[in-house]
């Protein structure tokens, strides 16, 4: 005997068994001369018996079987039906559908781990409704962009035809660490999505809350997982991912994971932007899906867009910068532009010329690519020198240098490979920061915030050119300890000595670097090469005259946790750990590897700098 689960609400009348075909019967409502059919309390039981929310919206002139648009996500919001509806307004089936444990789930909270099973559930159930027709696609940002790659982890549903994940959290490798860095800002993030059924925005919305515990941890010097015994609060999901700082079984359940990325046939569109913080999961997936296949249909648009610029219509003003008309798109009119072209057949986006489709900030104008590599027809390497440049700049904090703003050099080839840059960082004193990361709010500035790391510069280019990809490349360096967290950025200084900073910065533990599922300590006092790890990627229209300029630097601040050098874990570590002080040698055989495309006329290095 079939087992029937019978919920009747004020909205929705659901039979939801395994051998009968689900019977609804929606409300009517009529908004600006359009009729919708909603369900907005539908309960799907999954494979383990868990109940997802979800809401249903047709257009009820469309009486035959349509493809359905899905929402996954944990956002829960009241205001979700006008997603619904708007995928209505573009003739389709829109479904909003909850993790489990929101909204009108009777469940646990559970983030992360059971989206996989729970996603493709969900689009089972869609495709054996009356009014589908077997063709789904999926789309949203951050964590709305991972479940959509965790819904393919087990294999594609039949009726998936596509996904379009924007600036895409990707668990275990970008959020809650970058490069094996844990970041700050997801301390809160537990309580905003789990504290009830729908979001707690009062006490996220605190942000006097979260910078007061940020300085008091920061200032007591206490364990990072005791971070929540500061704010009184327990947070036990945020402790229970401190438990697995490497790239384990755990983070490897919840997306696919190399071969499995293979299966995944289905035409896909990734979106986000050169100062999107998610840029580094979206660059994950792009890169993990091309390598296990090679026949991937994996469109990317990027520009100068921040997380939430990237999901939807860019500001024409971020950061103190004012985006080239040509990036002043609307990117949700492009995703149902695509979906109208994989499920209803029509042509495709006149913006996807190719794979790869990025906005060049500063010459107005998209370039575009068959992949990441193509995108440059060069690169300029520069090494880390110990000598002086000559040239001045505005320094918004004394760098330690002796009170001097003068960059050092960026040279072509190592002048002095045995040259170096010595830099300490005091763990027990917090009258200061070193700076990375969090250290800058604006794209455009006239000082250049290097706290007490150091700068480096180019001599200043006699001919435009573009800077197209990411930059990689080594730190060549030795410790007095077995671990450190650093950071790299990247800036043009112009003519005018204003600093455009080209991406967010990079930041990294040494220790995982070579290895994410594997932590390999270094070897106090010994010179070591450390690669670049998942580094975002950017697009500008460098100017004659002007200067590229490098910033490295040590992690030490209140907004990520502190790797003391122990080799103990690092959420464990505390004051205690702090003595003796991190010495780094940064050795000029370091380098930067720069990505760009030259002018039709081949410009050799001579040309591009005096």
Same mark, same amino acid.
């Given at each position: ?10 909205? !929705?009348?659901?039979?939801?068994? +395994?051998?009968? +075909? ?18 907005? @309390? ?9 109940? %997802? ?25 009241? /205001? ?15 479904? %909003? ?20 099973? $729970? ?22 940002? /951050? ?21 379009? =994940? ?18 700050? #800002? ?45 704010d009184g609060l327990p947070n036990p999901q945020f402790n229970e991912r401190l438990l ?79 985006? $080239?008309?040509?990036?002043? %798109? ?55 020198? /110990?000598?002086?440049? &000559? ?8 760098? &330690? ?13 190592? @002048? ?39 700068? #480096? ?9 573009? %800077? ?7 730190? @060549?360096? /030795? ?15 112009? =003519? ?72 103990? =874990? ?38 591009? !700098?005096?």
């Open positions: 005997m079939a087992s029937v689960l019978v919920l009747v609400t004020t909205s !929705c009348f659901l039979i939801h068994c +395994k051998q009968k +075909k689900d019977i609804q019967v929606p409300r009517t409502v009529i908004e600006d001369n359009t009729t919708y059919l909603i369900q907005d @309390s539908i309960l799907i039981q999954t494979r383990d018996g868990v109940k %997802i929310h979800a809401i249903v919206v047709r257009n009820s002139k469309i009486t035959k079987p349509n493809p359905a648009i899905l929402f996954h996500t944990i956002y829960s919001r009241k /205001s979700d039906l006008q997603k619904a509806k708007m995928a209505a307004d573009h003739g389709y089936v829109g479904v %909003i559908s909850y993790t489990r444990g929101k909204g009108l789930s009777p469940d646990s909270i559970v983030p992360f781990k059971k989206e996989a099973t $729970d996603t493709y559930d969900v689009i089972e159930w869609i495709s054996r409704q009356e009014w589908s027709d077997q063709k789904v696609g999926m789309y949203g940002g /951050s964590y709305v962009g991972f479940v959509q790659w965790a819904s393919v982890k087990h294999g594609v549903h039949p009726a998936l035809k596509t996904i379009v =994940p924007s600036v895409s959290v990707a668990p275990g490798i970008a959020e809650p660490m970058e490069n094996g860095v844990h970041q700050n #800002f997801h301390f809160p993030w537990h309580h905003y999505v789990s504290n009830n059924k729908y979001l707690d925005t009062t006490l996220y919305s605190n942000g006097q809350r979260w910078q007061d515990l940020n300085m008091k941890w920061y200032g007591e010097g206490v364990a990072y997982n005791k971070m929540d015994s500061l697995h700082p490497t790239y384990d079984a755990y983070w490897q359940s919840m997306m696919p994971y190399k071969e499995e990325f293979s299966h995944i046939d289905i035409p896909v569109l990734s979106t986000t932007g050169y100062y999107d913080g998610g840029q580094t999961g979206t660059r994950y997936y792009l890169n993990e899906h091309t390598k296990y296949n090679k026949d991937a249909a994996h469109y990317l648009v990027i520009g100068p867009y921040t997380h939430f610029g990237a999901q939807g219509k860019p500001n024409t003003h971020i950061l103190g910068y004012d985006i $080239d008309p040509a990036a002043q %798109i609307d990117i949700t009119g492009l995703i149902f532009e695509w979906f109208d072209h994989i499920l209803k057949g029509k042509k495709k986006p006149s913006l996807l010329k190719d794979k790869i489709n990025y906005e060049v900030m500063g010459a107005n104008k998209w370039g575009h690519a068959p992949s990441l590599e193509q995108m440059a027809n060069d690169t300029l390497t520069y090494y880390l020198s /110990s000598k002086r440049s &000559g040239v001045a700049f505005k320094s918004t904090y004394d760098s &330690g240098n002796n009170g001097e703003n003068v960059h050092f050099s960026l040279e072509e080839r190592p @002048s002095d490979p045995k040259g170096y840059l010595e830099q300490t960082i005091d763990f027990l004193d917090r009258s200061n920061f070193t700076w990375n990361s969090s250290g800058w709010g604006s794209i455009i500035a006239d000082n250049l915030t290097i706290g007490q790391g150091f700068s #480096f510069v180019t001599e200043p280019f006699t001919s435009d050119f573009e %800077i197209n990809g990411s930059f990689g490349g080594e730190m @060549s360096v /030795s410790i007095n300890k077995k671990d450190f967290d650093y950071s790299v950025a990247l800036y043009e200084q112009t =003519p005018d000595g204003k600093f455009f900073a080209l991406t967010l910065p990079y930041v990294g533990r040494a220790s995982y670097v070579l290895n994410r599922e594997k932590r390999q300590l270094l070897r106090p006092n010994i010179k070591t090469k450390i690669p670049f790890g998942i580094v975002r990627m950017t697009s500008k229209k460098i100017g004659k005259g002007s200067r590229l300029v490098v910033v490295v630097n040590g992690i030490k601040d209140p907004f990520t946790e502190i790797n003391y050098g122990s080799g103990k =874990p690092v959420s464990e570590e505390n004051m205690t750990d702090a003595t003796p002080p991190l010495v780094i040698t940064w050795y000029s055989d370091s380098h930067i590897d720069i990505p760009v495309k030259k002018n039709k006329i081949y410009l050799s290095m001579a040309t591009l !700098c005096k």
